[in-house]
């Protein structure tokens, strides 16, 4: 086994997408000890002359061959727990990127297999580390993020409808929203979205207005979470 500093730094990305009508999170298969074939958050150790954000577009492109997020990306927290790792102690600056729906990621580095799996279909206990916790996290800030800003749009392709943005937050939420109130809401929050001009053919053939994201921050007043 390869030898590390008596403390050493990682990073690990909580890469969140909407994929065929499903909330997934990018994930690789270790291919190397520890949890040799569990499947892990995508990340690694920084390297000394590296900082913090370079480190995570270096090791998303390395374990998965996925271009530097072109979404949202934001540092999610800090997790050092002593016992965390067992090839010593490390602490783990972890970030969070919402993304819109990307290819299948293809396998690199010490990284066996990479692929999009469904939040759903995960079990306690099934990630390698503390990532299971790291991800859960992850979830909640993502949910959270969606009551005050606007960052629903960053799982959007660059143009996209109403019905779209309404699909990604009953996705994320895991609850349907009545489609009169979210586009009354949507449109009628100052710098939420902006239309682009064009339509395109909504359901029924019935033509569906494009938008874009506005320039808004925050949302005022926020959208409300269903309990």
Not at 50 to 73: F, W
Not at 115 to 130: C, E, K, N, Y
Not at 184 to 191: E, M, S, Y
């Amino acid at each position: 086994m390869a030898e590390y500093p008596p403390f050493a730094v990682t990073v690990d990305l909580v890469v969140l997408t909407v994929r065929s009508d499903a909330l997934s999170v990018l994930l690789v298969r270790r291919g190397i000890p520890p949890y040799e074939g569990h499947w892990a958050l995508p990340g690694g150790f920084v390297g000394i002359n590296e900082d913090l954000p370079d480190a995570a577009a270096r090791e998303l492109t390395e374990e998965t061959g996925l271009p530097e997020p072109a979404g949202h990306l934001e540092q999610l927290g800090t997790y050092g727990r002593p016992d965390r790792d067992p090839r010593g102690r490390v602490v783990t600056v972890a970030w969070l990127a919402l993304l819109p729906d990307l290819p299948t990621p293809v396998a690199g580095s010490d990284a066996a297999s990479a692929d999009w799996l469904p939040v759903s279909r995960l079990t306690p206990g099934q990630l390698a580390f503390d990532h299971d916790r790291i991800l859960a996290d992850g979830l909640e800030r993502a949910r959270a993020k969606l009551e005050y800003t606007p960052l629903a749009s960053a799982f959007c392709p660059p143009e996209f409808t109403v019905a779209q943005l309404r699909a990604v937050y009953e996705t994320v939420w895991g609850t349907r929203l009545d489609p009169r109130n979210f586009h009354r809401k949507v449109t009628g929050t100052p710098g939420f979205v902006e239309p682009v001009g064009r339509a395109t053919e909504g359901e029924r053939g019935r033509p569906a207005q494009l938008f874009r994201r506005g320039p808004a921050t925050l949302l005022h007043p926020p959208m409300l979470r269903p309990q």
